[in-house]
């Protein structure tokens, strides 16, 4: 018989929080699937859009998955997973976050249906992981191949990422853009293709329409020249870029200089100004017309490049600096003294424009240009950032489509097609693992459930009739979420890179294995001070020294 008079044994700090078992797991899943279903509604063409309004007021409407869930500030743990999934999505393709989000979210709730009927954890971690295998080659199998040729494709690609979203209204001229854009900076390595998506800048300036966006084969920035007096555009510029201050070096010490006759004041002042003539002289020695420094521009060294005619501008950002140099093909130089003809960069036309209320710098017609800027304009400050996020997941889409070289059409069709396989593959097996097989088959349906549901259509009967016509082999039938009935989405245009499918249902599956697999949740209380003033220890319950 226990004894009464036993004092408690504290293992963990007196306001811990704990939770197992069954309990852990529903609280895990039932955060999982709160985040889900927030963004669920935004998903597909008729998927709606987020108002988030922070502390300070700040707005921010969109229906981007990975921007609802970081301006959301989660804190749940399990909730915090399920963000990961969508930065990931982000990070490897740059679109699909709500899906993948979506699926992990469904992925649990179907589990949480076979914890109920006392199937183990580990049985359904198992089933998961088979399933997610499975599926990875069954959409490697139906995929399409696609290469840099297929203007049509890419552009139906772009079409599809930009459909639902702020820019629809667009997204012909903006997806004939990102087509452009993504095809001038492909550098290839043998087969192996190589692009990277930070040598297209996106550079917003409110003012105009949307159809007034545009592509420039060079860069932009948000800088003007220096001096008024210095040319407003430049033919045929040699650029120089620069990234040491053009002015004179102050000591690093402190050092006081004495001067006693008004004349040496003179001659120290003309000493500074020939130390800066020098410099200049030797921008003008290399044939620079142009100039672009990451640093400061003294006064007087601006108005010596005013009067040789050489445009400039100064405190350009780093990032821009190494943008011109993949644009003109020019080098970044440290010290003057290094600076020769053969370091400078080419472009057609360097000119200040005036963009609104606002002078801007374009860098045009660049030959071999490996940086190309898009100019996104729109109405106002919310309608453009949509804009861009629209053009980021559009640049996405056909820098992995043509980085993976496989794509598939969208509407729903691969995910009613791996979920046929799916259940194929879940008659072949014994066991438990078989229910946890078929219930990712049914999990993978979620997305063309809720397109339907997102569009105003019962969800059962557009679901039956997808079904019917995957059975009679038509792998690319999907939802015409504007019309109701079923479409070959190929035909139509509807097109998606493979790897938007391949990265959501693996990053989905993991994440789901992962919170299924936990039955305990521990949180620790806030840690209190040790040794308050008045003597004693923080944390110890009385009695308890």
Not at 131 to 138: D, P, Y
Not at 155 to 162: G, L, P, Q, S, V
Not at 166 to 191: D, F, Q, R, W
Not at 277 to 305: P, R
Request: net charge negative.
């Amino acid at each position: 018989m226990a004894n009464k008079d036993v004092q408690p044994i504290f293992i963990l700090p007196e306001d811990s929080k704990r939770s197992s078992g069954r309990d852990a797991q529903r609280n895990n899943i039932m955060a999982a699937k709160i985040v889900a279903e927030t963004v669920r509604t935004t998903l597909g063409p008729k998927g709606m859009d987020k108002m988030l309004v922070d502390s300070m007021g700040d707005i921010v409407v969109t229906n981007d998955g990975v921007t609802i869930l970081n301006e959301m500030g989660i804190e749940h743990p399990a909730a915090k997973m399920i963000v990961e999934i969508a930065k990931t999505q982000e990070d490897e393709v740059g679109d699909g976050t709500t899906t993948a989000v979506v699926l992990a979210g469904e992925l649990l709730k179907r589990a949480e249906d076979l914890l109920e009927q006392e199937i183990h954890p580990t049985v359904l971690a198992k089933g998961y992981r088979l399933a997610a295998e499975k599926s990875q080659e069954i959409l490697n199998k139906i995929s399409e191949n696609v290469e840099k040729k297929d203007l049509n494709i890419l552009k139906n690609i772009a079409i599809t990422a930009m459909t639902g979203k702020g820019a629809e209204a667009s997204k012909e001229k903006l997806s004939e853009i990102v087509v452009k854009a993504v095809t001038k900076v492909i550098e290839e390595e043998g087969k192996k293709i190589i692009i990277d998506s930070g040598n297209i800048k996106l550079e917003k300036k409110v003012g105009a329409s949307v159809e007034d966006t545009e592509l420039i084969e060079g860069v932009v920035i948000d800088k003007e020249r220096v001096h008024s007096a210095m040319p407003k555009y430049i033919k045929d510029a040699k650029i120089a870029l620069i990234d040491s201050a053009i002015e004179i070096k102050n000591t690093e010490t402190d050092a006081k200089i004495s001067i006693t006759d008004p004349e040496k004041m003179q001659a120290f002042l003309d000493m500074e100004e020939n130390m800066l003539k020098k410099m200049i002289d030797k921008i003008e020695k290399s044939k620079a017309n142009v100039v672009f420094c990451q640093k400061g521009i003294d006064d007087v060294a601006q108005h010596f490049l005013a009067k040789k005619g050489i445009f400039a501008a100064r405190r350009v950002k780093k990032s821009d600096m190494d943008q011109l140099a993949r644009a003109t093909g020019a080098s970044i130089i440290t010290n003057l003294d290094d600076l020769s003809e053969n370091d400078l960069g080419k472009s057609g036309l360097v000119e200040e424009v005036k963009v609104g209320d606002e002078s801007m710098t374009y860098i045009k017609d660049c030959k071999e240009a490996k940086s190309v800027t898009i100019l996104i304009r729109g109405g106002t400050e919310h309608v453009i950032d949509e804009v861009k996020r629209a053009m980021e997941d559009a640049i996405g889409d056909v820098i992995a489509s043509l980085r993976y070289g496989k794509i598939v059409a969208g509407a729903g069709a691969p995910e009613m097609e791996l979920a046929k396989g799916l259940r194929s593959f879940a008659n072949s097996l014994s066991g438990r693992e078989q229910l946890a097989v078929n219930s990712f088959a049914d999990s993978i349906e979620v997305i063309p459930r809720t397109l339907a549901e997102n569009a105003g259509l019962d969800p059962i009967d557009v679901l039956t009739a997808l079904k019917s016509e995957h059975d009679k082999g038509n792998k690319w039938y999907g939802i015409n979420v504007f019309t109701g009935k079923t479409i070959d989405a190929w035909k139509e245009g509807v097109i998606e890179p493979l790897k938007i499918k391949t990265q959501a249902v693996s990053s989905a599956s993991e994440v789901a294995v992962m919170i299924l697999r936990i039955d305990d949740v521990i949180s620790s209380g806030r840690q209190k001070p040790q040794g308050p003033p008045g003597g004693g220890y923080g944390g110890m319950p009385p009695g308890m020294m």
